[in-house]
């Protein structure tokens, strides 16, 4: 389905969760992007600012990576909690909190900035970039403010150009007199903030100034930064990363006493722990972990250094007989449990985890549907015969083609002078005699969302020939469509189907096809899903040659993966092309294609992708795709 909004750079969107996740060393911290860049302590996510979104393209990458550098490099370990939350207490007091938070962020960032230059120096240019692009801001909003008489936003333009100044003093020939003044009043403390080495410092600096001039200014109206931390409960930590790393301690603090010390107990019990003892649990625990409980000496997860008299094995004799008790044996593990869910939890991904898969097998087709196959296959008949004659061709070269420089096989008669100079002369050759099937397995995902409605009968009839070509060069291949359900979806479960008119085990069956015919236009699109679904089924194949082509015609759309769709597409195809799958989409439009469609199909593919303009050029286009991959596999 198609938005008309920004596209995201799934590129440059995963390359930044990188640089987060690495630079702040929290696994699991999240990017985003939010008016303003902060870390979100409850969602666990730092973010860059839309402030930088319709900068160039130099500025806008300079601008977001110095937003993730200050908070993962300079927030996380450098601002102290405890005074930030003094600030904020501050803050929430003072009549004038727009101000006085902008002006604390400002003076704090510049601190982190100054720090983050030091210990790194590479980053310095990328931060006089975005000093550079902040100043040019700053000079506009200042014009802008004397202009609509907004005298604090005035004031604290004016600050900010200040303190990022390269004189020693700056004018403003066009502010008011009153914010000279106020200025000449604050400067002395604005630059004490050139020497502070902590949050402290840049804190009270902050509120003796708005302390200055609460009295005789009114709040500002614009919003330049925001805090950088956002969180509302109270802090446990005195580092922000200590904060995210953090693990609450047990619930209750007694503590058991022990009659016996040294007792020991040689039978091992796979369900027993002398701190959570159930005699009426019916299950099997080889491993659990207690978050409330009285605590012992009991070792738990710790090891035991190896001695001399450890053996490398030991065996033990016994016989088996049926137990009275429980019988344990058809239970799983609970560590097997654990591992099972952690996989199912990123196995098609974080914004799939409600996601659930449908298989809709074909129906038989009607006599109708037959004959309108064979008319179908009647239009492509003339792309189809020239794709395959370009295949055969290629394939009877391969074939003729000879390996030489060889150390056995046959005498070339052209090359006889390394008898002579060589001391292990190559002068053999042989011919290739390889079987002319093409090692490669494909599928053909396609989108059935409603938008598809325009566009179903050109796509069926380019999976005819998709079909029918890959049937003729013997190659196994699946054409599956798929859609999600959007009015069985909610925040429980999310079903997905997959038509599967082609199925990769009867591909070529000669009376397969016209199942193809059944394909309709449905509901949403959950893309990123779907090519995992795909991709796994594709890597239990052992062809050399795994393709995945995905025919879409727009931005994926569906219960809650509208803002994160772009970015879970591209992710799962770039995991899908780690695991040496070929991927491509296919981007169909009945009308001209914009830019943006176009840069979404990049964001999400890369350069492996086909943009198809008037979906009468469909079956060439696919013939052309076709063509280009084959040809690659055979060579």
């Not at 004799?317 to 560590?335: K, P, T």
């Amino acid at each position: 389905m198609k938005f008309d909004k920004t596209i995201v750079d799934a590129k440059l969107f995963t390359e930044l969760q990188d640089l987060a996740s690495v630079l702040s060393k929290v696994p699991d911290l999240e990017f985003d992007y939010q008016f303003g860049h902060y870390i979100n302590l409850k969602d666990r996510k730092i973010s860059a600012s839309h402030f930088w979104d319709y900068y160039e393209e130099n500025e806008r990458l300079s601008g977001y990576k110095t937003d993730v550098w200050l908070r993962a490099l300079g927030t996380m370990t450098q601002t102290n909690l405890k005074d930030f939350k003094d600030m904020q207490i501050f803050i929430d007091e003072t009549p004038i909190p727009n101000f006085a938070s902008e002006l604390f962020t400002l003076l704090e960032d510049l601190r982190l900035e100054e720090y983050i230059r030091n210990k790194r120096r590479g980053t310095i240019q990328t931060f006089q970039t975005r000093s550079r692009a902040y100043r040019r801001y700053f000079n506009t909003q200042l014009q802008t403010n004397v202009t609509r008489n907004y005298p604090t936003d005035e004031l604290f333009c004016m600050i900010y150009l200040t303190l990022t100044s390269d004189q020693p003093f700056e004018s403003f020939p066009n502010a008011n007199e009153r914010q000279h003044e106020t200025l000449e009043k604050i400067r002395p403390l604005l630059f004490e903030s050139f020497e502070a080495t902590s949050t402290r410092d840049i804190a009270t600096i902050t509120m003796k100034i708005v302390s200055m001039i609460q009295e005789n200014y009114e709040d500002a109206v614009n919003k330049y930064f925001v805090l950088p931390i956002k969180h509302e409960a109270s802090y446990q930590n005195d580092l922000l990363f200590d904060e995210l790393m953090r693990t609450d301690e047990l619930s209750n603090v007694d503590a058991e006493e022990l009659e016996d010390q040294d007792e020991t107990i040689d039978e091992k019990f796979s369900t027993w722990h002398r701190e959570n003892e159930n005699s009426d649990r019916q299950q099997s625990f080889l491993r659990y972990e207690l978050e409330q409980g009285t605590k012992t000496n009991i070792l738990g997860d710790g090891t035991r250094e190896t001695e001399d008299g450890d053996q490398a094995m030991a065996s033990v004799q016994g016989f088996s007989a049926e137990s009275q008790e429980y019988d344990y044996s058809d239970l799983e593990n609970l560590d097997e449990k654990k591992q099972q869910k952690a996989g199912e939890t990123g196995r098609y991904g974080k914004d799939n985890l409600k996601a659930t898969k449908h298989d809709v097998d074909p129906s038989s087709p009607s006599l109708q549907d037959q004959q309108l196959y064979k008319d179908i296959v009647r239009d492509v008949q003339f792309e189809k015969l020239k794709l395959k004659r370009t295949i055969d061709q290629a394939l009877e070269h391969k074939q003729n083609a000879a390996r030489d420089h060889l150390i056995s096989g046959r005498l070339s008669k052209k090359q006889l002078l390394p008898l002579i100079l060589d001391e292990e002369p190559r002068v053999f050759y042989k011919k290739d005699h390889e079987s002319k099937d093409i090692d490669a397995v494909f599928t053909l995902l396609i989108d059935c969302s409603a938008s598809m409605m325009n566009k179903m009968n050109e796509t069926k009839k380019a999976a005819v020939l998709f079909h029918e070509v890959l049937k003729d060069l013997n190659i196994p291949h699946a054409v599956i469509g798929f859609w999600e359900d959007g009015f069985e979806s909610d925040d429980q479960e999310q079903p997905n189907y997959f038509h599967r008119v082609i199925q990769s085990e009867h591909s070529l069956d000669p009376k397969t096809g016209p199942e193809i015919l059944q394909l309709e236009p449905q509901e949403d699109n959950r893309d990123g899903y779907s090519i995992r679904i795909a991709a796994e089924e594709l890597m239990q194949h052992q062809a050399e040659h795994q393709i995945l082509l995905v025919f879409s015609d727009g931005e994926p759309s569906a219960y809650n993966y509208s803002e994160n769709g772009i970015i879970d597409t591209h992710d799962a195809v770039l995991n899908a092309r780690k695991r040496g799958l070929d991927v491509i989409g296919v981007f169909l439009s009945d009308e001209s294609i914009s830019e943006q469609e176009a840069l979404l199909m990049k964001n999400i593919y890369g350069r492996e992708h086909l943009l198809v303009q008037g979906l009468e050029e469909l079956p060439d286009a696919l013939a052309f795709l076709l063509r280009k991959i084959l040809i690659s596999a055979i060579h």
